[in-house]
């Protein structure tokens, strides 16, 4: 009985193998690990409530919705500035793999910037200014995309070369152009002589963002109470201190002290 030539039955094998199968099948023109970071976006944020949410999880491509650029398959720009986005970026994002333009400016988003996002290495644009953003930025900046903006949040910096690498992309406006809170908060007591009530003066050190309209918010309360009582504001944010009277004779209390920037045209009411 004749046998198959070896390289016969390898043939024959191949011919039978079944045709793979692709790892992400396409919704609404996109990959679905794409569509799952959009989706994720209008979560986070209140899609429902954004300005113009046209198309967004209706069934239509993804390039009919609003803001979305995409090109060959792939989400290329989400674009949705002054929108009424509020909440957080989700780390999701990350998974716009071939994303060149990210603009979320002047909204009301919250919370940390996501790391995933430096996962994006076409990213050209990231514009996140004029939010309420915080926390330390992610190291991935340290190599910023080209073309950076992310003052008017709460950011703050802790290594220096990555301070050097952001200030040098915002013209060195950048610490200078977030509202945080003051440091090193002290208070002493004011004696003042026959004065039936406790004064109480209250410094700190200002902040460096004192180019726009603001001041600080002082609030008080009894150590053993529960809820602050606001006590007032200074006249602007180059103040370093305030006296605080009306207080009960002998009792203790607590302080808080906050950094208020009033809206301008870049940035809505935030408070530190």
Do not use: C
Not at 35 to 41: D, E, F, N, P
Not at 134 to 143: A, M, R
């Amino acid at each position: 009985m004749n046998k198959l030539h070896p390289y016969i039955s390898t043939v024959l094998a191949l011919l039978f193998f079944p045709a793979p199968v692709l790892a992400e099948e396409t919704t609404s023109g996109i990959l679905q690990s794409e569509y799952a970071a959009l989706y994720a976006l209008y979560q986070a944020t209140g899609g429902d409530n954004w300005n113009d949410n046209s198309h967004w999880l209706s069934g239509y491509p993804a390039y009919t919705w609003h803001g979305i650029t995409v090109e060959s398959g792939h989400v290329t720009g989400v674009v949705l500035p002054s929108n009424n986005l509020k909440g957080s970026i989700p780390p999701e994002i990350g998974n716009l793999s071939q994303l060149v333009s990210l603009m979320l400016d002047s909204n009301r988003l919250t919370g940390e910037i996501p790391e995933e996002i430096g996962n994006i290495s076409t990213l050209l644009l990231l514009w996140l200014d004029g939010n309420s953003l915080s926390g330390d930025l992610p190291l991935f900046l340290e190599s910023p995309p080209e073309y950076l903006d992310l003052r008017f949040n709460h950011l703050t910096v802790s290594d220096q070369s990555l301070l050097d690498a952001v200030e040098n992309k915002h013209s060195y406006e950048f610490r200078s152009t977030q509202t945080l809170a003051p440091e090193n908060l002290a208070a002493r007591a004011v004696e003042i002589g026959g004065a039936e009530e406790n004064r109480v003066e209250l410094s700190w050190n200002p902040v460096s963002y004192i180019g726009d309209e603001g001041g600080y918010q002082v609030f008080f309360k009894r150590s053993s109470g529960q809820d602050y009582q606001y006590y007032g504001m200074t006249a602007d944010k180059s103040a370093a201190s305030i006296t605080v009277s009306g207080l009960e004779p002998g009792a203790e209390y607590d302080f808080k002290v906050k950094t208020v920037t009033w809206a301008h045209d870049y940035q809505k009411l935030i408070p530190s």
